[in-house]
Each structure stands twice: as structure tokens, then as C-alpha cells.
């Protein structure tokens, strides 16, 4: 039986002991800056984009990898015969998984492109499960499986601080980012069947920490919950207090905060906060 590898594109939100752990090829996505383009896990790190793009002339602008990327990993990964899983982020925000698609003509090794409908923490879970499916003897359609099983009973939360990165980079009009500053209203993201979807919205924090404890208490008295991510993009301060709320809830769960990648925190802006868990 040929071996598995997996391959992910750097949105997933895995730390570098579970891309050791679990023997993962990552291709980076890059980000442009200014003219100038880096390199996500190369020549910029999660923590360091949001000051770099605070301090940008304009809105950076991100692009998926290269087709040759995802080819010379698959060429790589398949040098001793191993066929590869290359999971992507949802299509929705990116055309990776259509590079990705691409680069599996290309090469010799047998590849699977699957697009995972969602990206960072929520893509890692997926990723970790069906790593272990596949040390377990699994094929690639049993890890596929689980990625889906795991997919359904995930669920992943964005609050916005404030709109200015969805205005500069057309997904609302001016006017109603004009409308929404004005009115300090703070907007409630959730990502389901691939896309991005309005939860609600209100005016002010307390608006958005209503939100929060609506979801912690769906969290508190639903199926166990089997692991946490907090993400965020200079957002300390909400992380920290939804942090503390999270783990009075699964106590004996480590909870991964991290900053996001430049992708995501290029359209989310400053100050956004995002919860991503799944359960049994």
C-alpha cells in the first residue's frame, strides 16, 4: 500500500508542531504590500503583517500560489511513490484550490484536491483528523470522510471591528462603511457550506458581546466540544476575555490563539476576533 502525504496551503491554521507532527507539506500564499511581495511562513509571519498593513500606503494585496508551488510539492511528496491529499481553504475567498486543481495535471504523482470549506483553525481540525485517519491505515476517501464529518460539526465566528478593510477592498460600498462607522456598528460573521454569511450585527462592543455569549452558551450546552481556536488580528483584548470564557467551558482543552494569516486579516482588518471549534 503506497503512503499518504498531506499538503495544505498556509491559511490553515496549524501550529508548526502539528505540521511536524504530522508530516505536512505546506504551500504559502503571498501577499503584496506597498509593491513589494511576501511570502507567508517565508519572508512574513502572521505576527508581523497587521503593523506592516497598518502602516501600508494602501489595502495589500494577497494572491494564492503559484500553479509550480503545489506542483513541486506534489513532485516532492510523490518522489517515493506516495500518493497526496491537498486539502485547500474554501473557494469562496480564494481560487487556490483551482491552482491546486491545476498543479494535479501537472505532475506525476497521484493527487486529491479537496476543498476543505474553510480555512485556518477550522481547516486545521480537519487536517489533524484526517492525518490520523490515514497513520491509521485509512485511504484517502476515508480521510476525506472524516474532513466532512468534522466539517458538520464545526463552527467558526468573526467579529469585525470595524469595516474599513471590506470597503477598501470592494466587498461594501463606501456609503454603507461611511453609514456603519458613523453609527459604530460592529458586524457577526459565520462561515457554513463554503461561504460567509451574516450572523448579525449592532451597534457597539456590547452588541458584539451579546453575540459572544449567545454562541458560548450554544457552546456550553451542546455536544462535547473537542477543540478550540481563537484567532485574531491585533484583537487582544476581545481574545482575552473570550479566551477566559471558553475555558471555563472546556477547562481540560488547551486553546490555540494566534494571529491570523495575511489573507484573512487583509480583509478582515484590524481588531477582528474569530472562534472556531468543533465537536463530537
Known amino acids: 500500500m503506497s503512503k499518504i502525504k498531506i499538503v495544505a496551503d498556509s491559511s490553515a491554521g496549524l501550529t508548526d508542531e502539528e505540521i511536524k507532527k504530522y508530516d505536512i507539506t505546506i504551500v504559502p500564499l503571498s501577499v503584496m504590500i506597498d509593491g513589494t511581495v511576501y511570502v507567508e511562513r517565508e519572508t512574513i509571519t502572521n505576527d508581523q503583517f497587521p503593523t506592516m498593513m497598518k502602516n501600508a500606503k494602501s489595502l495589500p494585496k494577497t494572491s494564492q500560489p503559484p500553479i509550480g508551488k503545489f506542483v513541486d510539492a506534489f513532485d516532492q511528496a510523490g518522489a517515493d511513490g506516495s500518493e497526496v491529499l491537498c ?21 506525476k504523482t497521484k493527487v486529491t484536491v479537496y476543498d476543505c470549506q474553510s480555512t485556518d483553525r477550522g481547516m486545521a ?47 461594501i460600498s463606501k456609503f454603507a462603511g461611511a453609514l456603519s462607522r458613523f453609527m459604530n ?7 457554513y457550506d463554503g461561504e460567509i454569511h451574516v450572523a448579525s450585527k449592532g451597534r457597539g462592543m456590547k452588541a458584539i458581546h451579546k453575540e459572544w455569549d449567545k454562541i458560548l452558551d450554544e457552546m456550553a450546552n451542546g455536544p462535547k466540544v473537542l477543540g478550540v481556536g481563537i484567532s485574531h488580528v ?19 482543552l488547551p486553546i490555540v490563539v494566534r494571529e491570523t494569516v495575511p489573507i484573512i ?16
Open 87 to 107: 486539502v485547500t481553504m474554501m473557494a469562496s475567498i480564494s481560487g487556490t484550490v483551482h491552482a491546486a486543481e491545476q498543479a494535479a495535471n501537472l505532475t
Open 185 to 191: 456598528i460592529k458586524v457577526m460573521l459565520q462561515v
Open 234 to 252: 491585533e484583537g487582544m483584548d476581545e481574545v482575552e476575555r473570550l479566551k477566559e470564557k471558553v475555558q471555563a467551558i472546556c477547562p481540560e
Open 265 to 280: 486579516a487583509t480583509h478582515t482588518g484590524l481588531g477582528a476576533c474569530c472562534l472556531l471549534y468543533y465537536t463530537e
Open 125 to 171: 481540525f480537519q487536517i489533524i483528523e484526517a492525518a490520523k485517519v490515514i497513520a491509521d491505515g485509512g485511504t484517502v476517501d476515508d480521510a476525506i470522510t472524516k474532513m466532512k464529518d468534522v466539517l458538520q460539526k464545526s463552527k467558526l465566528y468573526l467579529a469585525i471591528d470595524n469595516l474599513d478593510n471590506l470597503v477598501a477592498g470592494g466587498r
